[in-house]
């Protein structure tokens, strides 16, 4: 190929075990770019960045600039970079064309010269600058306003790839793909290590919680983590609240007795008239202070005042008071936790777990618990490529974990 146009670009960090050049190079080539080797100075130590120069080259510019749009992702910047360009928003809730689409990975803009950090860390927003105060953050495009300045195009930009940790990992022996295989008991401990990491950093710790921990008798474990502070903000839907009351009520969920595992006569009716009880008390919390709700997970949560995020759908019967029917408000709420989470558990439950994953920042650490491999690949298909995912019965591990943090 003639190479009529071409782009130099810069890019470091630990470039070989973290296969970040390696992934550079595949990309311009299933692009038909041609991609130099100008330098490549090697870190003398495991320790040490390396930095290389590579040159660019394409058939024109535009075909340069696909090709340096999809390398950018890897940290890869031109070498004599641009400041980032912004238009203004048309309208409210409205992004002017080519505007910049954020991931979740740490990214810098060039405002006058200088590269400033990119605030809340977030995939599928925009970016919107303050080049007075040399500010910029993400915004969702539902919260965005006429006139705001976006950023549009590539240039100016820096995104920082995640890379293999120099220390030893706590998951670093389950970054395997998915399997069903992982020794269980190791895994339980690796994440018992990391939420008791993570609370004594005094960082929030999000639950992702499905209607399955009910019905497989689990929602005591979660209870469990609640009352220990290795949660300290639940998210949910309808299903799991309404459950976990009609199980505090009835002792059923789904209408079958959690004790012998059997239907239970007029069971099916059973989650309705917990939803009507809830419904006439006026609220979880006022359920639970008036005594109707005597134990479970919405108790303990209510006890402990731990903050939980209900987001509806259409399929919800009633719906609990509490749960949260605008689909905007309702990501606003979890988005507020999610910026600063230092880690997150998704268990059993793949909508709610893609929402929550869709939030939060690539630094967060994730596990995906689930009897099904496809959450999790699902996860990661959708840009959380930071999730650990564990195959496994959601019931089992969690009174695994509860134990290990109880010191069983």
């Not at 008991?185 to 710790?205: I, K, N, P």
Request: aromatic fraction near 4%; include cysteine; proline fraction near 5%.
């Amino acid at each position: 190929m003639t190479r009529r146009a071409y782009e130099d670009v810069r890019v470091e960090g630990h470039l070989i075990d973290s296969l970040i050049v390696s992934r550079i190079m595949d990309d311009v080539v299933a692009l038909e770019a041609e991609f130099e080797v100008l330098s490549f100075e090697v870190g003398r130590t495991n320790e040490d960045p390396s930095v290389a120069l590579l040159r660019i080259g394409g058939r024109d510019e535009a075909h340069v600039d696909e090709v340096l749009s999809t390398i950018q992702q890897h940290g890869a910047v031109p070498v004599e970079p641009d400041d980032v360009a912004a238009e203004p928003a048309p309208a409210d809730g409205v992004f002017p064309e080519d505007f910049y689409s954020t991931t979740n990975l740490v990214t810098h803009v060039r405002l006058d010269g200088r590269w400033v950090r990119v605030g809340d860390p977030e995939m599928d927003c925009g970016v919107l600058v303050d080049p007075q105060a040399r500010t910029a953050r993400t915004v969702p495009m539902a919260d965005v306003r006429s006139g705001d300045p976006i950023v549009v195009g590539r240039r100016g930009l820096r995104v920082t790839p995640l890379e293999r940790p120099r220390e030893t990992s706590t998951f670093e022996f389950m970054s395997s793909t998915v399997s069903s295989e992982k020794p269980k008991a190791q895994v339980v401990d690796a994440v018992a290590r990391l939420l008791r990491e993570v609370r004594e950093e005094g960082r929030t710790v999000i639950a992702v919680v499905g209607p399955a921990i009910v019905h497989t008798g689990a929602a005591g474990h979660v209870a469990r983590l609640v009352e220990q502070g290795y949660v300290t903000v639940l998210f949910g839907g309808n299903a799991v609240a309404v459950h976990d009351i009609e199980a505090a009520l009835y002792g059923t969920s789904l209408g079958v007795d959690l004790e012998s595992g059997l239907p239970t006569p007029g069971g099916h009716e059973h989650h309705l008239r917990a939803i009507n009880t809830i419904r006439a008390a006026g609220g979880i919390a006022p359920a639970v202070e008036q005594g109707i709700v005597g134990h479970g997970l919405m108790h303990a949560c209510v006890r402990t005042d731990t903050p939980f995020v209900l987001a509806g759908s259409i399929r919800d019967d009633g719906p609990l008071p509490d749960v949260i029917t605008d689909a905007i408000e309702a990501q606003r709420a979890m988005r507020a936790y999610a910026r600063d989470a230092g880690a997150c558990l998704m268990l059993g439950s793949m909508l709610h777990s893609i929402a929550a994953g869709n939030l939060l920042p690539a630094s967060t650490h994730v596990v995906c618990v689930d009897i099904n491999p496809a959450v999790v690949t699902k996860l990661a298909d959708r840009g959380s490529f930071q999730t650990t995912g564990v195959v496994t019965d959601v019931g089992l591990f969690l009174a695994l974990l509860a134990d290990e943090l109880d010191g069983r």
